[in-house]
């Protein structure tokens, strides 16, 4: 029964196969094979590619860091690549180029300068009226946005408008409380969008006061965290296990300590986990989540009990039990857990670790794995 089955696949696969040939046929560059399914799903998910988008991503050869995301609009505007590799500039040129005017529903009529906002972090946020999920989000950002000002914090959301036309930016400004670029500065608006490598809206880059980058990602943390508890959202050693971040596991090994979800075993897995994430993190002190790729690096999670717990615990084949301390290795299809009643402490999570890196550890199939191997078989 072998050989038919695998001459049903290869008369599916055939072609599938000669268009892919066609199409590589006379590009000058090297290409991902096409039944290389895993690489490619891996390559979508780490640079967030959308279905049916052309997309030209932009590495460092040396460190695989990325330059630009905007590789095809880059292109398209610089044939000739006479500005190659079309790095992008700091953002603070475009912010201080003039006045931030304030949008209808701010308490002050007054313009302000860039440098009035030094000791501010910064939400620099690309919208449009025209755009549904824009108009859905900005309710919700208006809403943190105050939430986080009463709390006493400096923050400030500059909007960046890619509206059509000057009558639709008037009314998308009428009920936001912020500041905004002057709609008649395009050239403005259009650096900032290739400053911060934006490829979409709507777009939240939550800015340092130095007008560094602390994440691309700000809506995804405001939707995940409405009321602004852990703004402004800079990254963090150790980070709870929710469905954004269960998507990474699929890139890179994880440890990920399960806990019931009270505030002190969340307190208790914090501090554990956290002086063995730091000292990892000491050797790694370039690393930047916001453009370098996490294959390989060690991430480091509290998994608290509810649905995204319950999906991870039935897809590698874990029990039940609190707390458990677990090396989930999701690329490789392997993981370990910490032998049943080892107390656990900064010690022994540390030596856990070093074994788990080391390969000491004995490990365990992970159950999704094996399963699809047997389905293939």
């Not at 610089?78 to 953002?91: E, I, L, M, T, V």
């Not at 003039?98 to 209808?104: D, H, I, K, Q, T």
């Not at 025209?130 to 006493?152: H, M, N, S």
Request: charged share 30%; hydrophobic share 35%; net charge negative.
């Amino acid at each position: 029964m072998g050989a038919p089955e695998y001459r049903q696949e290869t008369e599916h696969y055939r072609p599938v196969k000669k268009s892919f040939r066609s199409h590589v046929a006379d590009l000058p560059w090297l290409a991902v094979p096409n039944r290389d399914y895993e690489r490619k799903t891996r390559l979508t998910r780490r640079y967030r590619i959308k279905s049916g988008v052309p997309t030209l991503i932009l590495l460092e050869g040396t460190s695989g860091s990325v330059v630009t995301r905007g590789g095809v609009e880059r292109a398209l505007a610089d044939p000739s690549g006479s500005n190659f590799p079309w790095r992008a500039s700091h953002p603070k040129a475009a912010l201080e180029d003039g006045p931030l005017m304030p949008c209808g529903a701010r308490d002050s009529n007054e313009p302000m300068l860039h440098e009035e906002l030094r000791h501010c972090i910064k939400g620099v946020y690309f919208s449009a009226h025209w755009c549904p999920p824009c108009k859905a989000f900005t309710p919700q950002l208006v809403d943190t946005y105050q939430r986080i000002r009463e709390r006493g914090h400096s923050f400030e959301v500059i909007f960046v408008s890619s509206d059509r036309s000057e009558e639709s930016y008037n009314v998308h400004i009428e009920s936001m409380p912020w500041l905004r670029i002057p709609f008649s500065q395009e050239e403005r608006r259009k650096k900032l969008a290739i400053a911060l490598d934006v490829q979409a809206i709507p777009t939240l880059v939550i800015l340092d006061p130095r007008d560094n980058i602390i994440t691309l990602e700000g809506r995804a943390e405001l939707l995940e965290d409405p009321e602004g508890l852990n703004f402004p959202w800079t990254i963090r050693l150790v980070n709870i296990l929710t469905e954004k971040y269960a998507t990474s596991l699929h890139d890179a090994p994880a440890i990920i300590l399960f806990v019931e979800g009270e505030d002190c075993e969340v307190q208790f897995g914090e501090s554990v986990l956290l002086p063995a994430a730091e000292a990892y993190r000491r050797d790694r002190p370039d690393y930047d989540p916001n453009y370098d790729d996490p294959d390989g690096m060690l991430h480091f999670f509290i998994a608290l009990d509810g649905e995204t717990s319950d999906i991870l615990r039935e897809f590698v084949g874990l029990d039940d039990a609190v707390p458990l301390l677990t090396a989930i290795d999701i690329p490789r299809g392997v993981y370990a857990v910490m032998e049943d009643g080892a107390e656990i402490t900064v010690d022994s999570v540390q030596y856990f670790i070093d074994g788990f890196r080391s390969e000491k550890l004995p490990t365990n199939k992970i159950a999704a794995s094996q399963k699809c191997k047997s389905d293939k078989a």
